[in-house]
């Protein structure tokens, strides 16, 4: 592929920048101008930065994967006889295309609190704690976030418990004037 003159001149410009300011932090790391200690309070903004979408994400994937899943498998389930593990598994993939599509705005509603992400040095960005902090963070929060979108569970329990209950005083009925229809007096 060849380039044209005014590609070459901004692709030149461009490399020229690039390489100052990877002299520039060279120098500050030789000098020790900027520590590639990671400080405590870092970590903490680290660990909002990543855990707290992940609540979120994890809010709407497990409501929305129940809540579908349930869906699915009163309806389509009944129709077509699938299991309630496939019911489960398509409820999963209507709330992953979900969870895709709502990304964005999760972090953008995140945002408004002012969790920002912090500027770390490319060292500082690789060190293990760092790395530790980001999957800590994101682990718990998309825990407690799973945990949390388990709400509609308490809906769908009533329901089934109030079904249960027909079931069973249905059956008691029945069984309950099958035996006083067979027993007869000689």
Not at 6 to 34: H, N, P, V
Not at 64 to 85: C, F, H, N, P, R
Not at 107 to 120: D, K
């Amino acid at each position: 592929m060849q380039l044209n003159a005014t590609a070459r001149k901004l692709m030149f410009e461009q490399l020229q920048s690039m390489q100052s300011i990877a002299t520039a932090e060279s120098q500050e790391t030789t000098t020790g101008a900027q520590s590639a200690k990671v400080t405590g309070a870092q970590l903490y903004r680290i660990f909002l930065f990543n855990g707290l979408p992940f609540i979120g994400f994890g809010i709407l994937d497990n409501g929305i994967m129940i809540a579908a899943g349930e869906y699915i498998d009163i309806t389509i389930g009944v129709t077509l006889g699938i299991s309630t593990m496939a019911a489960a598994a398509l409820g999963n993939l209507v709330s992953d295309v979900c969870g895709i599509g709502m990304a964005g705005y999760v972090e953008l509603f995140v945002a408004r609190f002012g969790v920002t992400p912090i500027e770390l040095t490319a060292e500082q960005t690789l060190s293990q704690g760092v790395r530790w902090t980001v999957a800590l963070g994101r682990a718990l929060g998309i825990s407690i976030g799973c945990i949390i979108g388990m709400f509609p569970l308490l809906f769908f329990k009533k329901e089934e418990k109030e079904q249960d209950g027909e079931n069973k005083t249905t059956t008691n009925t029945s069984s309950d004037t099958s035996n006083k229809t067979t027993t007869t007096k000689p």
